[in-house]
T-cell receptor, first 110, second 112 residues
Framework: TQLLEQSPQFLSIQEGENLTVYCNSS?????LQWYRQEPGEGPVLLVT?????EVKKLKRLTFQFGDARKDSSLHITAAQPGDTGLYLC??????????FGAGTRLTVKP | NAGVTQTPKFRVLKTGQSMTLLCAQD?????MYWYRQDPGMGLRLIHY???????AKGEVPDGYNVSRLKKQNFLLGLESAAPSQTSVYFC???????????FGSGTRLTVV
């Protein structure tokens, strides 16, 4: 069982649609990070959230950290083919441990 | 600015062979990490280092060894490769622990 559960596992949508992916856990995290990974490449950091209830926006991407710091969501508005990739969340715990979810694989069709 | 560079990019080993994966970073980061990525499992930490000359075990350290003789380099060794070690290996570095990771582009290792 993964410490961080990401859903959905796969998502295929048309260009212009909106979507939300989720990252859930029963553990409390001191911070949570989101990464995007493209085929054959390493993950690239998108954002870090540290405060419960925090919302951060990165162009068409909106990230939210849950009030209890156990979960997070990523919302993409008007998705574009360039958004295609594997989205990973990673949670840092106070015992100096960082755990990654298995990811949501997003495909945006033109 | 190269960031984190991993070599080699691909490798095929026979069971029982040994090899070393090299990771180099040019950002003067103190912290370096080795992860493996398997389908449906996410990234799992193998070993990490909090500075030159230090190493520590992560979540899945068995069958691997590491060394950090220079601040910019972090080596991952497999002494006797097993098919269960077939995976994609990523190196990462960060200026502080648990924050702002920069990943390399990975090494795809197949053990037959």
């Amino acid at each position: 069982t993964q410490l961080l559960e990401q859903s959905p596992q796969f998502l295929s949508i048309q260009e212009g649609e909106n979507l939300t992916v989720y990252c859930n856990s029963s553990s409390v995290f001191s911070s949570l990070q989101w990464y995007r990974q493209e085929p054959g490449e390493g993950p690239v950091l998108l954002v870090t959230v540290v405060t419960g209830g925090e919302v951060k926006k990165l162009k068409r991407l909106t990230f939210q950290f849950g009030d209890a710091r156990k979960d997070s969501s990523l919302h993409i508005t008007a998705a574009q083919p360039g958004d295609t990739g594997l989205y990973l969340c990673a949670g840092a715990r106070n015992n100096n441990d960082m755990r990654f979810g298995a990811g949501t694989r997003l495909t945006v069709k033109p | 600015n190269a960031g984190v560079t991993q070599t080699p990019k691909f490798r095929v080993l026979k069971t029982g062979q040994s090899m070393t994966l090299l990771c180099a970073q040019d950002m003067n980061h103190e912290y370096m990490y080795w992860y493996r990525q398997d389908p449906g499992m996410g990234l799992r930490l193998i070993h990490y280092s909090v500075g030159e000359g230090t190493t520590a075990k992560g979540e899945v350290p068995d069958g691997y060894n590491v060394s950090r003789l220079k601040k910019q380099n972090f080596l991952l060794g497999l002494e006797s490769a097993a098919p269960s070690q077939t995976s994609v290996y990523f190196c990462a570095s960060s200026p502080v622990r648990l924050y702002g990771y920069t990943f390399g582009s990975g090494t795809r290792l197949t053990v037959v």
